[in-house]
C-alpha cells in the first residue's frame, strides 16, 4: 500500500468516526444518560459489531463524546476569558458560557455526568455496570487543568503562581459543576441569576459580608 492509500484510508476512517459520534449525539439528545449502543447502532445505519470495532465498548464511545464536547466547551471558555473587557464581565462570561453550554445540551450533560438508573442487557463490553462516574472525572479534571493554564497566564499571581493557578483552576471547575448541577435540576431562578452570584462568589463577596445579628457568625 502507498502512502497516498493509507493517507486516504485514515482520511475515511476519521471522516466515518465522525459520522458515528455525530450519531451517537443525536441518540444522547433523545434518550440522555439511557443512550445505548443498539440504539447508537441502529441511529448510524450500522451494526453493533462494527460500533465496537471503532469504540471497543460504551465507555470508549463515552470518552470519544467527552472529548469532542470538552474541546467545545474549552473553545468558549477561552473566548470568553480573552474577550477585551474588565475582569469582571470576563468571569461572568465565563461562567454564564459553561451554564449554557450545559443548559442548552442537558441531555448531553447527564449522559457525560450522570449514569442511568438502569443499563440494558449485557452486552459485549457490558453497559450493564457502566460507571458514567468514573469517565466524568477525568472529564472535570481536564476542565481543571485546562482553566488552571489560562489563569496562569492571565493573572500575575506571584512566586506560588502555579501552585495558586492549579487550586483556582480545580476549584472553579468544581464549584460551577456542583452549582449547575443544582441548577439544572431545580430550575429555582434564572441562569442570569447564578452567573451573578457565583461571580460575587469569586469576587470576594463571602469575606467582605458582615455576619448576621442572629446568628452564630461564619
Do not use: C
Not at 450493564?128 to 469517565?135: K, M, N, Q, T
Not at 483552576?169 to 441562569?191: K, N, Q, S, T, Y
Amino acid at each position: 500500500m502507498t502512502t497516498s492509500q493509507r493517507e486516504d484510508q485514515q482520511r475515511a476512517a476519521e471522516q466515518r468516526r465522525r459520522e458515528l459520534l455525530e450519531a451517537a449525539d443525536r441518540v444522547v439528545l433523545r434518550d440522555g444518560p439511557q443512550a445505548s449502543m443498539n440504539a447508537i447502532a441502529a441511529e448510524a445505519g450500522i451494526t453493533k459489531p462494527i460500533l465496537y470495532r471503532h469504540f471497543g465498548d460504551k465507555g470508549g464511545l463515552y470518552r470519544a463524546l467527552a472529548a469532542r464536547h470538552t474541546d467545545a466547551l474549552l473553545e468558549g471558555l477561552r473566548a470568553a476569558l480573552d474577550a477585551p473587557s474588565e475582569r469582571r464581565e470576563r468571569v461572568e462570561r465565563t461562567l454564564g458560557t459553561y451554564l449554557a453550554a450545559i443548559e442548552a445540551r442537558p441531555q448531553v450533560y447527564r449522559f457525560l455526568m450522570h449514569p442511568a438508573e438502569e443499563n440494558g442487557p449485557s452486552e459485549q463490553g457490558s453497559e450493564r455496570g457502566f460507571d458514567v462516574g468514573l469517565h466524568s472525572a477525568p472529564l472535570l479534571r481536564r476542565l481543571g487543568e485546562e482553566l488552571a493554564v489560562v489563569v496562569a497566564e492571565r493573572v500575575e499571581l506571584g512566586p506560588e503562581g502555579t501552585e495558586l493557578a492549579r487550586a483556582w483552576g480545580h476549584g472553579i471547575v468544581g464549584m460551577m459543576h456542583a452549582a449547575g448541577d443544582w441548577w439544572l435540576r431545580e430550575r429555582p431562578f434564572p441562569r442570569e441569576h447564578l452567573v451573578r452570584h457565583l461571580a460575587d462568589l469569586l469576587w470576594g463577596r463571602l469575606a467582605t459580608a458582615g455576619d448576621r445579628a442572629d446568628g452564630p457568625g461564619f
